[in-house]
């Protein structure tokens, strides 16, 4: 496609109120919804089959050569059915350099931690070194894991019922 495609006024003005905020000096006041794009989703099937994708905006205004990028897989995404699948959002290096969806996987498969866990104990450790953000896990069996170190996580779920979770901040979920 040709570049106007990929073209929206939104992003394109979130850009440049980004480069204005740093040329004028001012501080950095954006919400972390404001500075994502990350969208992410897992799912089990009826089978227990299960599978994980992730797409991102990257960073408002990042800076140049920035290479950070959480959809990588074993970093950000991962999925196989012998553990879980997961899809991260956050500080793309760190997540990166801690390859954490993949070591979310292999806590669930080798040490024998549950998602939840897994999940929860890998996301405190990114934050020790920087990396702020979230995930969303499922196992081949139980509930999915949601757990964030950041502000808040817009994040969201459906059961096999059908009930719908939902939430962002800490304040727990919105049926």
Request: hydrophobic content about 35%.
């Amino acid at each position: 496609m040709p570049p106007a495609y990929f073209f929206t006024q939104r992003r394109r003005d979130a850009l440049d109120l980004e480069l204005a905020r740093r040329a004028s000096g001012a501080p950095d006041t954006r919400s972390d919804a404001d500075r994502h794009g990350t969208v992410g989703a897992v799912a089990r099937d009826g089978f227990g089959n299960l599978a994980a994708a992730t797409s991102t905006g990257g960073i408002t205004g990042k800076p140049p050569g920035r290479i950070g990028d959480c959809p990588v897989i074993g970093a950000g995404t991962y999925a196989d059915n012998a553990s879980c699948a997961v899809s991260c959002t956050g500080t793309g290096e760190v997540f990166i350099r801690f390859t954490a969806a993949a070591e979310i996987a292999a806590r669930v498969r080798y040490a024998s931690q549950n998602v939840a866990q897994a999940a929860t104990e890998v996301i405190a450790e990114l934050l020790t070194h920087g990396g702020d953000g979230g995930l969303i896990a499922i196992g081949r069996t139980g509930p999915p894991a949601l757990p964030f170190n950041s502000s808040g996580m817009y994040r969201g779920y459906v059961t096999a019922d059908g009930t719908l979770h939902t939430a962002i901040h800490r304040e727990g979920y919105r049926s």
